[in-house]
């Protein structure tokens, strides 16, 4: 199950009562949640078939320039969490429009993560995989 399924609100019994009350949801993504994500996205990308690697790559290079102009060149963990976390849905756009005729390169799961985990790279308190400070 996703982190994101996981934040889904759901019924839960309430004490005593039997009636139904809501469970809490997670504030966010906590970074490492989010970096699990990332790295298997990267992996997917370079585990794509051949003749899929040059349009996959591409459409992550789209969606890295996009992380770029959202979040600027100084930025944290955190907040490149925070923008994953409030949806990735901007991502498909960017994946259609510059491969139109190649659906598999719409895959947000491949492009999409793969984009922020090459990006994280580049956050202020990112240090060789784990962050500082």
Do not use: K, N
């Amino acid at each position: 199950m996703s982190s994101r399924a996981c934040r889904a609100r759901r019924p839960v019994a309430g004490p005593g009562s039997g009636a139904l009350r809501r469970a809490p949801t997670l504030a966010g993504v906590p970074f490492e949640t989010a970096v699990e994500q990332w790295q298997a996205g990267l992996r997917r990308l370079q585990e794509a078939p051949p003749d899929q690697r040059a349009t996959l790559e591409r459409v992550t290079r789209g969606v890295e320039d996009e992380l770029r102009r959202r979040l600027g060149s100084t930025f944290t963990l955190d907040e490149l969490a925070a923008l994953y976390d409030a949806g990735t849905d901007w991502v498909s756009g960017i994946a259609v429009a510059a491969a139109p005729e190649e659906p598999y390169a719409w895959d947000v799961r491949v492009v999409g993560d793969a984009a922020f985990h090459r990006y994280m790279r580049e956050a202020a308190d990112y240090a060789g995989g784990r962050r500082v400070g």
